[in-house]
């Protein structure tokens, strides 16, 4: 029976429905179909089109109209419930008959008239099957409240867009051909509903792309920024030549950003408090910031300090246990302001904590690659000779075996074994190699990170996994898991050596300070074991043999000025 107010219900045949709420339904980043926000259906009627929608998210219903789970037991509303919410759903129906009936089989009736709804939520679809007699003015409603983004999927009786003779259909017409709307014609759609009529109808699809948000604030600042720089020409060139002073800029402008946020939501915070005394006493404020001001601008400066170590002139100075150093300390840096000032504090105490940290590097580095306990396969690696104090000395050869701890080839997806050199945790362990070894090459030249990743994503775009070429040397990969370096610059796996066989004392005390011919016997029997006169006057020549003072000028920051 159709209700004395629903001259114009005709429900929309379960075919007809699957198909207008197919087109608009998407997959969650896990695969399930599912709309990706709260749908809207303005013309619900006895809830034909909206039992679809439901349909489509796999949500069941019984015999009885009561919802089943997935062994056919009853179970919650799941637009109500928050914990198992697939679906977001709002109906409207002008009919009261028909709402009673929406409501009684568990659906969300948020108002009665379309063309009086004003939403404050955002909809990421809005599916209806509208009065066919006000068709026009609900399909203008409905783009109106998508037009900052949104699908709409709508059924037009076909002739109010092949003959648009009232000005609003002329407005209608011309706002779909704008938007880009794709329109479809079927005859006879309605001809086996549940209320027959073989009207031609029009199938109306508009997606609108999500519009990027506008602020005020930020349009402000920006124009106060631009003033500032046209103003100091050496500021401007200095922002523009520095990521450093552009991050110091950038910071700034963040800072007064979030003063002003904050200064106009306390202007507002007074709309946003219950009008009741219980209420204000159970909850001071319905919407908030989340947090105080001063823990904002911590959070900030928290973020701001974290990028200062992703930045090249910082980061490729830092192996990776020096960076790990760094970020445990995030949380002390974020009390300080990212100012000039701070920033250079930073950079000297870095510059001062490097030598340290390289040493240890260097040390570590050597015992990854020589721990026969870890892996027997590693005894490829090591050469050994007499030592100064144990016949146990070695020192690694020109081709290293080792387990890079990052399997490039990855199975991260089920039936794959993707070859994956620029994935990060490759990436990270073959840029601190190469940055320990930069701290013994004595030509001076800046390390550049970017080299290396654009020479591991060429060799993973190409399937090239023997004989990459890198800084110092040439990496193959194998599936079991460990990379083969191939040194192609000896004279740094020269000074590695040196430096590490010092610091375990397989060297005389006198290696690098005395000539040859100065040498004791003991100590020229070491060297001749180690490398023979010939090498090691060529070290000794060409500075090869590394000490915390050639290492301290190595480590040396380039000059900087932020401010």
Known sequence: ???????????????????????????????????????????????????????????????????VGSYGNPMKNPHNDADNRRLDLDVIELSADFRAVLKSKGLRVVHDDFLTFRPAKKYAAII??????????????????????????????????????????KILVDKLKSLGASIEYKTKAFSNGLRKTNVEIAIISVDIPEKPPVSRIRLDLQREMTDELTADNELAALVASDPIAAAIQRYNAA?????????????????????????????????????????AIRDLRA????????????????????????????????????????????????SQNTVHGIEQEIIKLFNDWTNLHYNPEYSKNIHYFDGWCTNEAYKIGKRVIFNCNAFPYSSWRWGTNDFRPAGFRAEEALHNIEMTLHYLDTNGAAYDSSALHNALLAAEKSGQTKNIQLHYFKATFYKKGTCHIEFTNE???????????????????????KHYNDMSAGEKKVVDNYEGEASYTDSLTRGLIPTTATLLRLAAPAPHNPA
């Open 1 to 67: 029976m159709i209700p004395r107010d629903s001259i114009d219900f005709y429900p929309t045949p379960d075919d007809l429905a699957n198909e207008l709420v197919g087109s608009a339904i998407q997959r969650s980043e896990y695969g399930h179909r599912c709309f990706l926000g709260p749908v809207l259906e303005p013309s619900a009627g006895n809830g034909s089109l909206a039992f679809a929608i439901e349909r489509a998210c796999d949500i069941r219903r019984g015999k009885d109209g009561a919802f």
């Open 303 to 350: 973020l701001y300090w974290r990028t200062l170590f992703d930045l090249p002139q910082i980061r490729d100075r830092l192996t990776s246990t020096m960076r790990s150093e760094y970020e445990t300390r995030l949380s002390e840096l974020a009390d300080y302001d990212f100012s000039a000032y701070n920033i250079l504090t930073i950079r000297q105490e870095i």
């Open 128 to 169: 209806m099957n509208p009065p066919f007699s006000k068709g026009a003015s609900h399909l203008l409603k409905a783009l109106d409240i998508q037009r900052d983004g949104g699908a709409v999927r709508c059924i037009l009786n076909a002739e109010t867009i092949r003959n648009p003779c009232t000005n609003e259909r």
């Open 255 to 295: 800072v007064e950003g979030l003063r002003r946020l904050y200064s106009e939501f306390h202007g507002i915070e007074s709309l946003l408090t219950p009008v009741s005394r219980a209420a204000r006493v159970n909850d001071k404020r319905v919407v908030s910031l989340n947090k105080p001001y001063n823990s």
């Open 491 to 513: 004279d740094v796996l020269k000074s590695f050596n040196l430096f590490a066989c010092q610091r375990k004392g397989w060297l005389p005390p006198s290696y690098g300070k």
